[in-house]
């Protein structure tokens, strides 16, 4: 018997299985021969053509001559296939315009039509691929993808998209249902049952279910349970419809009273000093006050004091702040008098309070601040001068030290800078020079104008000073010279006294 002939056609149907290069393989092996049967060196076209028409075994197992078969001819794109990967069988001259039409599709329209093929299918969420697959059958749209993968991708995806829009669906249908319920018991307000004030407070279930238990309302929904959780979502609802109602009323209430305080103060009444206790006598007979109850009033009266004290707060703080704000403009005023004076010549660094105070007195800037007192520091060398009853001092006084204060840094600068202007333009200064003279050797360098020019004649004279001290220092006075003649008369006379007593003795 031949190897290749099938021993029992029953078991190698054509409704089941196929016969193929010497192994036998049923439709589940379709994918995988799918995608690698023309990769085999050795191919078989008969048997391809039975196994891709679903036609059964007939054409290959009535083939005696097998080994002298010759494949067909490939087709002309066939090498074109294989480059861009598409591993399918060649197709037939009869699917060529079909083959065109899904070349011109974008991947997007072919998943579409993919999953409008599992839609038209009925496949069921709980699906997995084969089962799926077998409910698509021989639809001709599962070969608009060619990659498997690709396939059981987009099935993956249709089943997650088709839960969550099932899961919308009930979800929606539920909300239906609950509306519904909720009016239908909405429509119960009108009876006996819900008349009295807050009757919802003691209505129970119980009660209700004879009136609206054969309505369709009622009865599409199946479970009783989120038949009592409607219920008793619906009892809430009214309670805090109620609530809601109850906290308008007391509002307005609250502001009606608030208004009548509001009156009272514009009357004099009430001040940010006001006691409760004192109040309450005067307005106790007021319809505003009645509405509310004792601890409503007096929130409302603790938020209106509170309002009231941070009022007269502000005020005050505005008030303090204005009066700052003045006192330091009068000082700055005063500082630009104090400027000013500089700027003439009668304030130097080497000014005393004594001596400026006499020239300011009938100045407005001086007059507006004459009459104002500071403390002194505590690490002040004023307080230690004399004894003080007191331990202020002039404001303008005080204003007057800090300007001194501020000339003596400026003037420490120009120190420095006078000294290496001097000894880089090789200037001798004696007690001889002239101030002109010297200011016209000067006046040439630019650093001069970084100098002040009060402290150039300030520092000027310093140096002549220094330099007729040093002069005093090495050159004696005459007095000091006869003494020194004296000195030495002496020293001579005993000098030779002294010499003439050795010759004795010797």
């Given at each position: 018997?031949?190897?290749?002939?099938?021993?029992?056609?029953?078991?190698?149907?054509?409704?089941?299985?196929?016969?193929?290069?010497?192994?036998?393989?049923?439709?589940?092996?379709?994918?995988?021969?799918?995608?690698?049967?023309?990769?085999?060196?050795?191919?078989?076209?008969?048997?391809?053509?039975?196994?891709?028409?679903?036609?059964?075994?007939?054409?290959?197992?009535?083939?005696?001559?097998?080994?002298?078969?010759?494949?067909?001819?490939?087709?002309?794109?066939?090498?074109?296939?294989?480059?861009?990967?598409?591993?399918?069988?060649?197709?037939?001259?009869?699917?060529?315009?079909?083959?065109?039409?899904?070349?011109?599709?974008?991947?997007?329209?072919?998943?579409s039509i993919f999953k409008k093929m599992l839609d038209?299918?009925?496949?069921?969420?709980?699906?997995?691929?084969?089962?799926?697959?077998?409910?698509?059958?021989?639809?001709?749209?599962?070969?608009?993808?060619?990659?498997?993968?690709?396939?059981?991708?987009?099935?993956?995806?249709?089943?997650?998209?088709?839960?969550?829009?099932?899961?919308?669906?009930?979800?929606?249908?539920?909300?239906?249902?609950?509306?519904?319920?909720?009016?239908?018991?909405?429509?119960?307000?009108?009876?006996?049952?819900?008349?009295?004030?807050?009757?919802?407070?003691?209505?129970?279930?119980?009660?209700?279910?004879?009136?609206?238990?054969?309505?369709?309302?009622?009865?599409?929904?199946?479970?009783?349970?989120?038949?009592?959780?409607?219920?008793?979502?619906?009892?809430?609802?009214?309670?805090?419809?109620?609530?809601?109602?109850?906290?308008?009323?007391?509002?307005?209430?609250?502001?009606?009273?608030?208004?009548?305080?509001?009156?009272?103060?514009?009357?004099?009444?009430?001040?940010?000093?006001?006691?409760?206790?004192?109040?309450?006598?005067?307005?106790?007979?007021?319809?505003?006050?009645?509405?509310?109850?004792?601890?409503?009033?007096?929130?409302?009266?603790?938020?209106?004091?509170?309002?009231?004290?941070?009022?007269?707060?502000?005020?005050?703080?505005?008030?303090?702040?204005?009066?700052?704000?003045?006192?330091?403009?009068?000082?700055?005023?005063?500082?630009?008098?104090?400027?000013?004076?500089?700027?003439?010549?009668?304030?130097?660094?080497?000014?005393?309070?004594?001596?400026?105070?006499?020239?300011?007195?009938?100045?407005?800037?001086?007059?507006?601040?004459?009459?104002?007192?500071v403390d002194i520091p505590p690490s002040s060398p004023?307080?230690?001068?004399?004894?003080?009853?007191?331990?202020?001092?002039?404001?303008?006084?005080?204003?007057?030290?800090?300007?001194?204060?501020?000339?003596?840094?400026?003037?420490?600068?120009?120190?420095?800078?006078?000294?290496?202007?001097?000894?880089?333009?090789?200037?001798?200064?004696?007690?001889?020079?002239?101030?002109?003279?010297?200011?016209?050797?000067?006046?040439?360098?630019?650093?001069?104008?970084?100098?002040?020019?009060?402290?150039?004649?300030?520092?000027?004279?310093?140096?002549?000073?220094?330099?007729?001290?040093?002069?005093?220092?090495?050159?004696?006075?005459?007095?000091?010279?006869?003494?020194?003649?004296?000195?030495?008369?002496?020293?001579?006379?005993?000098?030779?006294?002294?010499?003439?007593?050795?010759?004795?003795?010797?």
């Amino acid at each position: 018997m031949d190897r290749n002939t099938p021993q029992n056609n029953n078991n190698y149907s054509s409704s089941s299985h196929h016969y193929h290069g010497g192994r036998d393989y049923n439709r589940r092996d379709y994918d995988r021969y799918d995608n690698n049967y023309y990769h085999n060196d050795r191919r078989d076209y008969d048997g391809y053509n039975s196994y891709s028409n679903r036609g059964g075994g007939s054409s290959y197992h009535n083939n005696n001559n097998n080994n002298n078969r010759t494949p067909p001819p490939r087709s002309s794109n066939y090498r074109e296939q294989q480059e861009n990967g598409d591993s399918s069988p060649p197709r037939s001259p009869t699917s060529s315009s079909q083959t065109s039409k899904i070349r011109e599709m974008s991947y997007a329209e072919r998943v579409s039509i993919f999953k409008k093929m599992l839609d038209d299918c009925k496949v069921q969420i709980d699906d997995d691929w084969s089962r799926a697959m077998k409910r698509v059958g021989n639809d001709s749209r599962v070969k608009i993808i060619s990659r498997i993968q690709d396939r059981k991708d987009i099935f993956h995806q249709y089943i997650s998209e088709k839960i969550t829009r099932e899961r919308e669906m009930k979800r929606e249908k539920r909300r239906k249902l609950r509306e519904d319920f909720l009016s239908m018991l909405a429509e119960l307000k009108s009876t006996p049952i819900f008349s009295q004030p807050k009757a919802y407070l003691s209505t129970t279930y119980q009660q209700v279910l004879p009136k609206i238990e054969n309505d369709h309302r009622f009865l599409n929904v199946e479970s009783e349970d989120d038949r009592l959780d409607y219920f008793y979502s619906f009892l809430d609802e009214l309670e805090n419809k109620d609530k809601d109602i109850s906290k308008q009323e007391k509002k307005e209430k609250k502001i009606r009273f608030k208004e009548l305080l509001i009156r009272k103060k514009e009357q004099g009444l009430i001040s940010y000093r006001t006691l409760w206790r004192h109040i309450r006598e005067k307005i106790q007979s007021e319809e505003e006050y009645k509405a509310l109850d004792y601890c409503d009033r007096l929130l409302v009266w603790e938020e209106f004091i509170s309002n009231l004290e941070l009022e007269h707060y502000n005020k005050k703080k505005q008030r303090r702040e204005e009066r700052e704000r003045l006192i330091k403009q009068h000082a700055d005023n005063y500082w630009d008098l104090l400027s000013d004076l500089r700027k003439s010549g009668k304030v130097n660094v080497l000014s005393s309070w004594k001596e400026v105070k006499p020239i300011i007195e009938t100045e407005d800037r001086y007059q507006a601040i004459a009459n104002q007192t500071v403390d002194i520091p505590p690490s002040s060398p004023m307080r230690h001068q004399e004894q003080r009853s007191r331990n202020t001092i002039e404001k303008a006084r005080a204003i007057f030290n800090d300007f001194i204060d501020h000339l003596l840094s400026i003037y420490k600068q120009d120190k420095k800078t006078f000294r290496k202007l001097i000894k880089d333009l090789d200037i001798v200064i004696d007690d001889t020079s002239n101030f002109e003279e010297f200011k016209s050797k000067i006046e040439k360098d630019d650093r001069v104008s970084s100098i002040s020019p009060d402290n150039i004649s300030i520092l000027f004279e310093e140096a002549v000073d220094k330099a007729k001290d040093k002069k005093r220092k090495y050159q004696p006075t005459s007095e000091e010279n006869f003494n020194q003649d004296e000195v030495g008369e002496d020293f001579k006379h005993r000098k030779i006294e002294g010499s003439e007593q050795m010759t004795n003795q010797q």
